[in-house]
């Protein structure tokens, strides 16, 4: 085989932007060293991240040469690629980046303070020192509710269990407290993420006085894609066709990319608030940009001042499932797999190990029983539908009551892997479970499989990233989902299978898929490196740092359980 055809997709790309670079702007530095930069800036943009550490050692593992930092940032300063008025690389200090995506993030910056800054938002608000003085709020759930009297822009930080619903409660009746018929939406970058952000909400009413609670039982909440009315090659909400909103809430924000995150600030007034909702450790967007983890960088949080609020209190009890998650964050993956592997058989989060060639009885034993209780579920959910006459109807209807037991169900085990491919991947689980169907359509799945959406479809209410499940079989098999209507509450609608573009099996999903969602048990599928197999030219290359993010985000979606299975070779 020739080295030509050895080469990736990825490398050949990388060497189409060396030559674009050498023709634009000559150089007679060591152009093995600029390469290397390149390699570095376009992996760092894979995994959805814009800048590169010249002080970050884990980096010089990535690079053909030694001599990192000094004699790349030699080469570069050599080659004239940081200066002139069309610069390609950006080099500032110790920060290194494509030009373009570092004016894009900057503008951004400055939008969003430029907002926040606003004197009408100041004007708006009488005292709030008596209404918030008897809630049960800690001091930096306090200062968000106060920061809403002030600042066009807040900044919401912290991990799960740290009460980011509860401040967000208490802040939208700040809002409605002195503007009673304020427009309020609720908003997050998937469905699945949407969907949760508004059941989190409705748990936290129970205790809210009832003249506020009714009105925010309304608030409408469904995907970014959704409020800017998209559609193919743009979105219906934009300068000219604005977003009627006083307030937007945007949680999972470390799912936002730069160009979605532009476009909202786009089709939304300038006198718009805005409450920017996240958790910085959880994975960089799949898109370039990842706009909360820079916004959470202290140089940019100081422009913030009081706007930008860090929650560290946990109220949620996870037991040894919170640990791990402080511990991977704080202390990073070596001390994890540490502490894990010491964890007593009674913790609720376990380690065990399998060979490379099987998978393992405790995953297939858990996957099984799941698999067929879905099935019984799925057949009694159709005899119901079947005397309404529903599967045969072509009116899209609302089963929402009919469908709340399976989808409890189906949420109650959610096993992960953070590839697609490979012996462990994602679609091999799949496939295994289907007894090797998968790949022969829908109409060939058995009632009660799982099923993902890969694309967003907005005419239905579906997002990409949404889990629903076939109802019935042959002629009248449909796709059970749970959407949001026009109003933006949640639904559930049976769609064929036809209708829907691009789905999958979704007995198990990526990591990146099961951002924004939750499950009561969750089995992490992880080899010991993520880098051993690399079976497919779709898959990406993770360093240290973005493995730790993996599995954080990953351990984060468990509520109850957690069991990881590691890979040995």
Known sequence: MSSEKQKSPHSKINEAIHKLLIEEHPSNASQSHLKDIIELLMGALRNGELYIDLNDINASSELKLKGWPNAHKEALLQSGWTEGVHPPISLNGNQLSWKRWDYEMNEL????????????????FKSSSQQIANTLLNKEQLSAVKAVETNGVILLSGGPGTGKTSTVVQMLIQILSNKTNAQIGLAAPTGKAAKRLKDALQQNLKTVHERYRDKLCLVPCTTLHSWLKARPGGYGKNKSSQINLDLLIIDEMSMVEIALMKAILEALPQTTRLILVGDSNQLPPVGCGAVWQELQ???????FGDGAIHLKKVYRNRGNI??????????????????ISQFKKSSNAQLHFANSINLPNHLIENLKRHQNQLKELAKYLRTQLDEKNYLTSEKEIDIAELSLNIFDYLEQLMVLCPKKNGWWGVNHLNSYLLDNHSKEGVANWPEGTPIICNENQ?????SNGDVGITIGEEEKQKILFRVFSSEGTISARLLHPARIRKINPAFAITIH???????????LIWPNSTNKEAHSSEEIEFNKEYEQRLLYTAITRAKERLDIIIKNY
């Open 322 to 339: 919170a640990l791990l998650a402080e511990t991977i964050r704080e202390q990073g993956s070596n001390v994890f797999w540490n502490e």
């Open 458 to 462: 907005p005419e239905f209410g579906l």
């Open 297 to 303: 960088k202290d140089k940019v949080l100081k422009l």
């Open 109 to 124: 910056i400055n939008q969003l303070c430029a907002k926040k800054e606003l004197r009408s938002f100041k004007r708006d």
């Open 513 to 523: 898929k099961a951002q924004g969602s939750e499950s009561n048990h969750v089995i």
